[in-house]
């Protein structure tokens, strides 16, 4: 039986309820921004109260077809909490090792774009090249591969390498990013995922680059990072409008 049909409003809190909406959201926005590489990669949120519980999508479906049931809840150690459902277990050890190394952490998404992959696997990593990547150029680390995620003990380093950052390219992987709420955490992405396309672009042209100076960087881009940083509602503009773009579509994630 599929862990959707045992879920249901009626059996989780109000809050874990409203979070498992939100995520199924999550899920189907990035899904209609084409950001999605089949089955594969993974978007979680923590469940709210309980700090050492986050929910992440089962394991085969499509984005497109996540809803708020059929999410399955997970504890830090990988016990599923509740019915028993499938999950990646690249996912596990990638989500549990952001809630684990970061108490302010309520979202994580991890993409597998073109993108991302193609700037992750590049030295030169991210630049500071259009208006997008200043929202992440200096909120950016790196993490070295070390294959596909499946041994816990790479939680220790990614753990380290997300410590001061909200931001990481995984060498010759993808990306990851997080964030305090899920409309932050998908702002933090959507803003590294474009930048490494408009680099990607860019670089085809082949001609020489015009970056933007360490005085923009550092001004003007300091000035907007900490602006959204601090504010409490970074990213619900935009998330709102995504939400209210899905429910015109007549998308069925709350189910
Ligand atoms: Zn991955």
Request: hydrophobic letters at 40%; charged letters at 25%.
């Amino acid at each position: 039986m599929s862990i959707a049909s045992l879920v249901t409003q009626q059996n989780v809190s109000d809050s874990e309820w409203a979070i498992r909406c939100e995520l199924a959201a999550l899920y189907r926005v990035i899904d209609n921004l084409r950001m999605t590489d089949l089955v594969y990669t993974h978007l979680s949120a923590r469940v709210p109260d309980e700090p050492n519980c986050f929910l992440i999508n089962q394991w085969g479906e499509l984005f497109d077809e996540v809803t708020a049931s059929s999410l399955v809840k997970m504890d830090l150690d990988g016990n599923v909490i509740g019915e028993q459902g499938a999950f990646n277990s690249a996912g596990f050890t990638i989500h549990s090792a952001c809630y684990m190394a970061r108490e302010d952490v309520n979202c994580a998404v991890h993409l597998h774009t073109k993108a991302s992959i193609a700037v992750a696997s590049v030295r030169c990593g991210l630049l500071p090249l259009s208006q997008h990547s200043l929202y992440v150029v200096d909120d950016l680390a790196y993490h070295d591969y070390e294959g596909p995620a499946v041994d816990l003990d790479e939680r220790e380093n990614l753990g380290r390498d997300l410590a001061d950052k909200n931001n990481l390219l995984l060498r010759n992987h993808g990306l990851l990013s997080v964030g305090r709420s899920i409309p932050e955490a998908f702002r933090n992405a959507y803003y590294l995922e474009q930048s490494c396309a408009i680099q990607v672009a860019a670089q085809s042209l082949g001609d020489e680059l015009i970056l933007l100076s360490d005085d923009i960087v550092e001004n003007m881009g300091k000035t907007k990072r900490e602006r959204f940083r601090t504010a409490d509602d970074t990213g619900q503009l935009e998330w709102d409008a995504l939400v209210r773009q899905l429910d015109r579509q007549g998308a069925d994630y709350k189910r």
